[in-house]
């Protein structure tokens, strides 16, 4: 016999990736309604770009390999790599630059689309994720890097979170740009893998940094990640630099008048932000929550940022000499849906059908017409979908959470009055079909 051929395929989900349940999908729609309208409110525009760029398009900040696949997933087509994004913020970047002569400027985008990075998952963090972005092309003006901030965090309060339940945290990239100066850090691959290993200090702690910043890390799964190769005394005076309070840069002494202007307070200076991506060149921040996240065993992780962002004035002229400053932020939606789920009890309303039960399939005609005199008043029903007797389709719509059933056997038929039963309380009612929409709007 061959095994090979009568192989089942695979139920289960390849790691970093995962079903979405109903009520996750309706508490997330509810936080996407509250989004939109503080996007409308601020004036920002809509923008939808596609899922696959050219890799070279999105490429800069990838490695230089035969096969840039490593934190992406690509494919060759034809004699073009293509790659599906990492990111909203590339391929707006190339979207600019297209459209450069027909936009506004300064140009206000938001964006809500799902991104994938071929990266190892963790607790809240997926290979496949839905993100939301915000965007300011076209200025330098610190106002925008302001209003960003407080636009995420009149976002989070909308969704029911209080102002001691998240911080935005805030510091400068000319901080780090000091820093290297000061330990001659002038390699740029080198650099690159020092900001993304100080990227995680909110994870990984300073203890799981160190080790990135010298020669490696081992996780808890035996994977290695290689480091950035610096030594002991150079990693010593990162930490130092990075732990103590330091003079504010002058773009961030700028931000903080405006937020005073704003009565905004909701913030903390911190110089251990970083942000690991390197195109970056000014004001960052971080989005921080300050409650206990918990893994699917009850378990207190460390959860790190649901999202941020900052500066970044040169991205767009890799695409040609575009006067195009920008800054932006990113929120990774499925992460602040996973954390918000522990917080609160959201009050999503999951419609449930009432079901009519199926006495006499010859009687067809009489459970649509009936369906439709309920649909067409608002009522969500459903004839029962599929074969068995009246236990069968009581225990279907008690498994759906059906509210009540509609028994519309031979005697309900010739009165006219459908017998209505209450799934909650076991009552039962013989009620006349033009009344039935409204009764059955009582119970729901």
Known sequence: MNKQKNKKPLKELPLGFVDRTEKELLVRDFIISKIKEVM????????????????????KFLPDKERPDAGVFSFKDDKKWLSLRYDLTAPLARYVAKNFLEIPKPF??????TVWRNEKP????????LQFDADFVGTKSLQADAELCIMISEILESCGLSK???VIKISSRKITEELFKKINLNDSEQKLTTLRALDKIDRLGWDGVK???GSGRKDKSGDFTKGADLNSKTIEI???????????????????KIFKDYNFNNYETDPSIIRGLEYYTGIIFEVNLKF????SRGQVIQFGSIGGGGRYDNLINNFGNYDAPATGISIGLDRLVYALMQKKEFKVKQTKPVVICIFDKGSMKEYINLQKVLRKNGVSVEIYPGDGKLKKQMEYANKINSPAVILFGDNEIKSG???LRNLRTGKETKIEIKKLADEIKKII
Do not use: C
């Open 417 to 419: 009055k459908p017998t």
């Open 108 to 113: 206000k985008r938001y964006q809500l689309g």
């Open 164 to 166: 001691s339940e998240y």
């Open 211 to 213: 080790q990135l910043l």
């Open 40 to 59: 409308i409110r601020y004036g920002f525009q809509y923008l939808e770009t596609p899922s696959f760029e050219y890799s070279e398009s999105i490429g």
């Open 122 to 129: 963790g607790p809240g963090r997926f290979r496949e994720f």
């Open 292 to 295: 206990d996240v918990k893994n």
């Open 238 to 256: 990162i930490e130092s630099e990075l732990r103590k309070e330091k003079p504010l840069t002058e773009d961030l002494e700028y931000l903080l």
